[in-house]
């Protein structure tokens, strides 16, 4: 049987955990905020009407590639594609290449950044690893102008954080929704993990300071963790209709 992602790889290690999923998405949930391109994201109304239910959706779509065999995984990235065209069609316009770039190397980044942040360093060939399988997904969407190395993605990645962000009317409006579907409490603790894991150019443009709260949660949360109580810190942190979709993200069978 051929995998798109190799059974041993970091990939599948990160992409397992329920922990890590939700920092990636907590980062990105930021960096979607202030990116140029944010406007594409209010075309549908999906996610300003429904911004949990958006990461889930996303989340099922990357999880599915990441644990899926080759030709399943190929299918789910082509679903993808499709999906993308058709809102292009809808509007008339192409997203910009740069704006594909830019999803995918927020994935490649806050992936390490999550991992790093909750467990342990990634050495350079593990960093590899995760550059490797996300931009087959961005050669297989036919993504113009992706790097072909590591090194080459980290140079990318810093042009983009430099030339692609704003804070906007759009930027304000999304972490209203945030705060609204959230509650005050959760929405104080996303920031809190955004203002850990965003790049600096972020958390200026978001104004989200130093995180102070983390360093004394962290250690409380990875704590719950070896004795096997961290589920249910963790479960308080989304509101109730998604537990079900929380529990889900441990699974790390294929899908």
């Known amino acids: 049987m051929k995998w798109f992602v190799s059974e041993g790889s ?33 075309f549908t109304g999906k996610l300003p009407a429904d911004p949990l239910g958006r990461l889930f959706s996303t989340v099922g779509y990357a999880r599915k590639i ?20 058709q809102v292009e069609n809808k509007r008339g316009a192409q997203i910009p290449d740069w704006a594909y770039r830019d999803v995918l190397f927020m994935l490649i980044d806050y992936s ?12 350079t060939e593990e960093k ?7 931009n087959q997904v961005g050669l297989r969407m036919g993504i113009a102008g992706l790097p072909e190395s590591l090194a080459e993605w980290e140079r990318m990645r810093e ?6 962000l704003t804070k906007s009317n759009f ?17 104080h603790l996303l920031m809190q993990v955004q203002a850990q894991l965003a790049p600096g150019q972020v958390n200026t443009l978001l104004n989200l300071g130093r995180g102070l709260a983390m360093d004394f949660i962290l250690p409380v949360y990875k704590f719950m963790r070896i004795v096997g109580l961290h589920h249910l810190l963790r479960n308080l ?17 294929a899908i």
């Open 10 to 42: 970091v990939v599948r290690e990160i992409w397992g955990k329920a922990d890590t999923i939700l920092f990636i998405f907590a980062g990105a949930s930021a960096e979607f905020a202030v990116n140029k391109a944010v406007d594409w994201l209010y």
């Open 171 to 187: 930027s304000v409006d999304l972490y209203k929704q945030y705060k609204k579907h959230l509650g005050p409490g959760r929405y």
């Open 237 to 253: 942190i989304l509101p109730g209709k998604y537990k079900s979709e929380i529990l889900g993200l441990d699974e790390r069978q």
């Open 112 to 123: 390490i950044r999550s991992f790093e942040l909750l467990e342990r360093k990634l050495t």
């Open 159 to 164: 042009e983009h954080l430099s030339e692609n």
């Open 66 to 85: 990441v644990f899926a065999e080759y030709d399943d995984a190929m299918n789910a990235i082509d679903q993808i594609t499709a999906i993308h065209k």
């Open 128 to 134: 590899s690893e995760m550059f490797h399988v996300f």
